[in-house]
Protein backbone atom coordinates (compact mmCIF):
# COMPACT_ATOMS: atom_id res chain seq x y z
CA UNK A 1 0.00 0.00 0.00
CA UNK A 2 0.96 3.41 -1.14
CA UNK A 3 2.52 5.65 1.78
CA UNK A 4 0.99 8.69 1.78
CA UNK A 5 1.28 11.58 4.34
CA UNK A 6 -1.33 14.38 5.64
CA UNK A 7 0.13 18.00 6.06
CA UNK A 8 -1.89 20.73 7.71
CA UNK A 9 -1.30 24.08 5.60
CA UNK A 10 -1.79 27.26 6.95
CA UNK A 11 -1.99 30.45 4.67
CA UNK A 12 1.28 31.66 3.96
CA UNK A 13 2.13 35.24 4.11
CA UNK A 14 2.45 37.51 0.81
CA UNK A 15 4.20 40.10 -0.33
CA UNK A 16 2.77 43.36 -1.20
CA UNK A 17 3.23 41.93 -5.15
CA UNK A 18 1.00 39.01 -3.65
CA UNK A 19 3.77 36.47 -4.31
CA UNK A 20 4.46 34.02 -1.54
CA UNK A 21 8.13 34.27 -0.35
CA UNK A 22 8.93 30.12 -0.13
CA UNK A 23 12.63 30.28 -0.49
CA UNK A 24 13.96 27.34 2.06
CA UNK A 25 17.22 26.66 3.07
CA UNK A 26 18.08 22.83 3.44
CA UNK A 27 18.39 21.30 6.73
CA UNK A 28 20.98 19.35 8.68
CA UNK A 29 19.41 16.35 7.37
CA UNK A 30 18.79 17.14 3.93
CA UNK A 31 22.62 18.06 3.78
CA UNK A 32 23.66 14.94 5.42
CA UNK A 33 21.84 12.93 2.43
CA UNK A 34 23.43 14.81 -0.18
CA UNK A 35 26.52 14.59 0.74
CA UNK A 36 26.70 10.85 1.80
CA UNK A 37 24.81 9.78 -1.33
CA UNK A 38 27.73 11.78 -3.01
CA UNK A 39 30.37 10.29 -1.20
CA UNK A 40 29.04 6.49 -1.42
CA UNK A 41 28.42 6.94 -5.07
CA UNK A 42 31.49 8.37 -6.02
CA UNK A 43 32.73 5.37 -3.99
CA UNK A 44 31.35 3.03 -6.62
CA UNK A 45 31.97 5.26 -9.64
CA UNK A 46 36.01 4.68 -8.04
CA UNK A 47 35.88 1.72 -8.50
CA UNK A 48 34.30 1.50 -11.72
CA UNK A 49 36.52 4.12 -13.05
CA UNK A 50 39.97 2.49 -12.03
CA UNK A 51 38.65 -0.37 -13.81
CA UNK A 52 38.55 1.76 -17.15
CA UNK A 53 34.42 1.48 -17.52
CA UNK A 54 32.33 3.39 -19.53
CA UNK A 55 30.52 4.67 -16.55
CA UNK A 56 33.16 6.07 -14.08
CA UNK A 57 32.52 8.55 -10.96
CA UNK A 58 30.66 11.39 -12.57
CA UNK A 59 27.67 9.34 -13.72
CA UNK A 60 27.27 7.35 -10.20
CA UNK A 61 27.36 10.69 -8.16
CA UNK A 62 25.37 12.30 -10.80
CA UNK A 63 22.93 9.15 -10.94
CA UNK A 64 22.85 9.45 -7.01
CA UNK A 65 22.47 12.70 -6.38
CA UNK A 66 19.81 12.94 -9.21
CA UNK A 67 17.81 9.62 -6.90
CA UNK A 68 18.45 11.68 -3.76
CA UNK A 69 17.04 15.04 -4.68
CA UNK A 70 13.64 12.91 -6.48
CA UNK A 71 12.80 11.00 -3.46
CA UNK A 72 13.35 14.04 -0.92
CA UNK A 73 10.95 15.89 -3.18
CA UNK A 74 8.96 12.78 -3.37
CA UNK A 75 8.98 12.40 0.79
CA UNK A 76 7.91 16.52 0.81
CA UNK A 77 6.96 18.70 -2.16
CA UNK A 78 4.58 17.27 -4.06
CA UNK A 79 1.04 17.74 -3.05
CA UNK A 80 -1.81 15.73 -4.37
CA UNK A 81 -5.00 17.57 -3.82
CA UNK A 82 -5.79 21.23 -2.92
CA UNK A 83 -7.54 22.85 -0.19
CA UNK A 84 -6.47 23.43 3.91
CA UNK A 85 -5.21 19.50 3.87
CA UNK A 86 -2.85 18.20 1.55
CA UNK A 87 -2.25 14.49 0.72
CA UNK A 88 1.16 13.26 -1.09
CA UNK A 89 1.79 9.92 -2.08
CA UNK A 90 5.42 9.54 -1.22
CA UNK A 91 6.19 6.40 -4.05
CA UNK A 92 4.96 9.12 -6.45
CA UNK A 93 7.99 10.68 -7.96
CA UNK A 94 10.24 8.06 -6.64
CA UNK A 95 8.96 5.51 -8.38
CA UNK A 96 9.80 6.44 -11.85
CA UNK A 97 13.32 6.76 -11.02
CA UNK A 98 13.86 3.05 -11.56
CA UNK A 99 12.55 3.29 -14.72
CA UNK A 100 14.50 6.12 -15.64
CA UNK A 101 17.82 4.61 -14.69
CA UNK A 102 16.85 1.18 -16.49
CA UNK A 103 17.15 3.64 -19.49
CA UNK A 104 20.59 4.81 -18.20
CA UNK A 105 21.36 1.25 -17.97
CA UNK A 106 20.68 -0.30 -21.13
CA UNK A 107 22.74 2.41 -22.89
CA UNK A 108 26.05 1.08 -21.26
CA UNK A 109 25.13 -2.88 -22.18
CA UNK A 110 26.43 -3.99 -25.72
CA UNK A 111 27.56 -6.77 -27.30
CA UNK A 112 31.32 -6.94 -28.81
CA UNK A 113 33.02 -10.00 -30.27
CA UNK A 114 29.42 -12.26 -29.61
CA UNK A 115 29.85 -12.03 -25.88
CA UNK A 116 27.84 -9.43 -23.42
CA UNK A 117 29.44 -6.36 -22.09
CA UNK A 118 28.62 -3.85 -19.65
CA UNK A 119 26.54 -5.62 -16.84
CA UNK A 120 28.18 -5.02 -14.09
CA UNK A 121 28.69 -1.29 -14.92
CA UNK A 122 24.91 -0.81 -15.79
CA UNK A 123 24.22 -3.32 -12.35
CA UNK A 124 26.66 -0.28 -10.54
CA UNK A 125 24.85 2.72 -11.65
CA UNK A 126 21.16 0.86 -10.66
CA UNK A 127 22.87 0.41 -7.26
CA UNK A 128 23.87 3.94 -7.18
CA UNK A 129 20.07 5.11 -7.66
CA UNK A 130 19.19 2.47 -5.09
CA UNK A 131 21.52 4.37 -2.33
CA UNK A 132 21.03 7.90 -3.63
CA UNK A 133 17.13 6.58 -2.97
CA UNK A 134 18.31 5.74 0.44
CA UNK A 135 20.09 8.55 1.18
CA UNK A 136 17.34 11.14 0.28
CA UNK A 137 14.95 8.77 2.26
CA UNK A 138 17.34 9.22 5.67
CA UNK A 139 18.01 5.38 5.83
CA UNK A 140 22.18 6.31 6.07
CA UNK A 141 22.27 3.18 8.12
CA UNK A 142 20.98 0.83 5.12
CA UNK A 143 22.38 3.08 2.44
CA UNK A 144 26.18 2.24 4.43
CA UNK A 145 25.27 -1.64 4.63
CA UNK A 146 24.27 -2.04 0.84
CA UNK A 147 27.57 -0.22 0.12
CA UNK A 148 29.18 -2.34 1.76
CA UNK A 149 27.84 -5.60 0.65
CA UNK A 150 27.98 -3.68 -3.06
CA UNK A 151 32.40 -4.13 -2.17
CA UNK A 152 31.88 -7.23 -0.92
CA UNK A 153 30.88 -8.83 -4.20
CA UNK A 154 33.03 -6.87 -6.70
CA UNK A 155 36.23 -7.90 -4.76
CA UNK A 156 35.25 -11.17 -5.23
CA UNK A 157 35.64 -11.16 -8.73
CA UNK A 158 39.74 -11.46 -8.94
CA UNK A 159 39.72 -14.21 -6.48
CA UNK A 160 36.93 -16.40 -8.29
CA UNK A 161 39.54 -15.22 -11.33
CA UNK A 162 42.44 -16.71 -9.51
CA UNK A 163 40.67 -19.66 -8.75
CA UNK A 164 39.40 -20.43 -12.30
CA UNK A 165 43.05 -19.97 -12.95
CA UNK A 166 44.29 -22.42 -10.60
CA UNK A 167 41.44 -24.67 -11.59
CA UNK A 168 43.39 -24.84 -15.18
CA UNK A 169 40.45 -22.58 -17.05
CA UNK A 170 41.46 -19.54 -19.54
CA UNK A 171 39.65 -17.86 -21.89
CA UNK A 172 41.79 -15.98 -24.53
CA UNK A 173 41.04 -13.91 -27.83
CA UNK A 174 42.92 -14.97 -31.09
CA UNK A 175 42.99 -12.76 -33.95
CA UNK A 176 44.52 -14.17 -37.40
CA UNK A 177 44.42 -13.98 -40.47
CA UNK A 178 41.60 -16.07 -42.47
CA UNK A 179 42.35 -18.81 -45.08
CA UNK A 180 45.81 -19.98 -43.87
CA UNK A 181 44.93 -23.02 -41.56
CA UNK A 182 45.60 -20.56 -38.82
CA UNK A 183 42.93 -22.83 -36.37
CA UNK A 184 43.95 -25.70 -37.19
CA UNK A 185 47.71 -25.46 -36.05
CA UNK A 186 46.17 -24.15 -32.92
CA UNK A 187 44.15 -27.41 -32.33
CA UNK A 188 47.16 -28.95 -33.07
CA UNK A 189 49.56 -27.35 -30.53
CA UNK A 190 47.08 -27.79 -28.16
CA UNK A 191 46.87 -31.04 -28.52
CA UNK A 192 50.57 -31.72 -28.17
CA UNK A 193 50.92 -29.63 -24.99
CA UNK A 194 47.31 -31.65 -23.62
CA UNK A 195 44.94 -28.26 -23.50
CA UNK A 196 41.42 -28.83 -24.15
CA UNK A 197 40.17 -26.26 -26.75
CA UNK A 198 36.20 -24.78 -26.47
CA UNK A 199 35.47 -22.57 -29.23
CA UNK A 200 33.41 -19.66 -27.53
CA UNK A 201 32.43 -17.17 -30.33
CA UNK A 202 34.09 -16.73 -33.69
CA UNK A 203 33.67 -13.23 -36.20
CA UNK A 204 35.09 -12.50 -39.23
CA UNK A 205 36.19 -9.58 -40.35
CA UNK A 206 37.39 -7.75 -43.23
CA UNK A 207 40.58 -4.51 -42.74
CA UNK A 208 40.93 -2.91 -46.34
CA UNK A 209 41.66 -5.97 -48.41
CA UNK A 210 42.74 -8.25 -45.29
CA UNK A 211 40.71 -10.98 -44.06
CA UNK A 212 40.71 -11.98 -40.53
CA UNK A 213 38.98 -13.49 -37.66
CA UNK A 214 38.42 -12.85 -34.03
CA UNK A 215 37.75 -16.21 -32.03
CA UNK A 216 37.17 -16.41 -27.91
CA UNK A 217 38.65 -20.06 -27.26
CA UNK A 218 38.56 -21.17 -23.62
CA UNK A 219 41.28 -23.34 -22.65
CA UNK A 220 41.39 -25.79 -20.03
CA UNK A 221 44.26 -27.63 -18.63
CA UNK A 222 46.79 -27.96 -15.78
CA UNK A 223 50.03 -26.92 -17.04
CA UNK A 224 50.85 -25.83 -20.89
CA UNK A 225 48.39 -22.61 -21.55
CA UNK A 226 51.36 -20.35 -20.81
CA UNK A 227 53.47 -22.08 -23.37
CA UNK A 228 50.81 -22.80 -25.56
CA UNK A 229 49.89 -19.01 -25.81
CA UNK A 230 53.73 -18.17 -26.78
CA UNK A 231 53.74 -20.72 -29.28
CA UNK A 232 50.51 -19.52 -30.64
CA UNK A 233 51.97 -16.11 -30.88
CA UNK A 234 54.66 -16.73 -32.84
CA UNK A 235 52.56 -18.26 -35.64
CA UNK A 236 52.69 -16.57 -38.69
CA UNK A 237 49.46 -14.91 -39.02
CA UNK A 238 48.45 -14.44 -36.10
CA UNK A 239 47.55 -10.41 -35.29
CA UNK A 240 47.19 -11.38 -31.71
CA UNK A 241 46.97 -13.34 -28.52
CA UNK A 242 45.94 -12.66 -25.04
CA UNK A 243 43.68 -13.08 -22.10
CA UNK A 244 40.20 -12.17 -22.73
CA UNK A 245 39.54 -8.75 -20.89
CA UNK A 246 36.59 -8.54 -18.19
CA UNK A 247 33.65 -8.34 -20.00
CA UNK A 248 31.97 -6.40 -16.94
Keep these: ?6 HSIEAAPTSPGGTVPDFN ?7 MSAVLAFVFCGLIGLERQL ?10 VLVGLGSCLFTMVSLYGSPAGVGSVLEWDASRIAAQIVS ?21 TAASVWMAAAIGMACGAAMY ?3 LMILGLHFVIILMTPLLNILRRTSGGEI ?13 EVLMLATTRDVQTRILSSRPFNHGEW ?10 GRTGIDELI ?7 GVSSIGIADDTD
Excluded: C, W
Design 230 to 236: HEVSELE
Design 25 to 31: MPNSMEV
Design 211 to 220: RGVEMLVQLQ
Design 141 to 143: GVA
Design 172 to 184: VELTYEDGRGILR
Design 51 to 60: RRKSAGVRTH
Design 1 to 6: MARRFR
Design 100 to 120: GVGFLGAGLIFVQRDAVRGLT
